[in-house]
């Protein structure tokens, strides 16, 4: 295993790892800018959803034979590729909200740590996707 790559999933509601707890500093400078910023008096506070706190819609479309290897129907996965990572996605995130999860994560990638094709003068060079867990996904 390559020694830079990590083993820690993120989370899949906000930025961050999972184990990375806010602390209560953290919140309070939060809401204190974010009620200035929005002319609010105060925020109803909301604990962090987990992942079994999340109903998901099953899978709708059934993956050809010959992608499934390159696809996953793991909750984890379906709840960290719903979203990015603006604020709008991360408060819907927050909120439990995951209305439109993907079907399928599509998140593998080469089975090298890095790949490139050539066709005359063009080169393409790439880097496998990293998952959530931050390893690349040809690793898991």
Known sequence: MH???QERRRK????GYEGDEVSPQEIAEFEKA?????????????????????????????????????????????????YGASSVDVAYSVRGEFRNPPTRSLIRAPKT?????????????????RTAAGRASSEE
């Open 3 to 5: 020694s830079g790559i």
């Open 113 to 129: 740590i890095s790949s490139s094709y050539s066709a005359g003068a063009n080169t393409i060079a790439w880097q496998p996707y």
């Open 12 to 15: 899949f509601y906000g930025w």
């Open 34 to 82: 974010w009620t200035r910023l929005l002319g609010v008096s105060d925020f109803t506070t909301v604990p962090f959803p987990s992942e079994d706190s999340i109903n998901l819609r099953r899978c709708r479309v059934k993956v050809p034979a010959s992608l499934e290897a390159l696809c996953t129907t793991d909750k984890y996965d379906r709840l960290y590729h719903t």
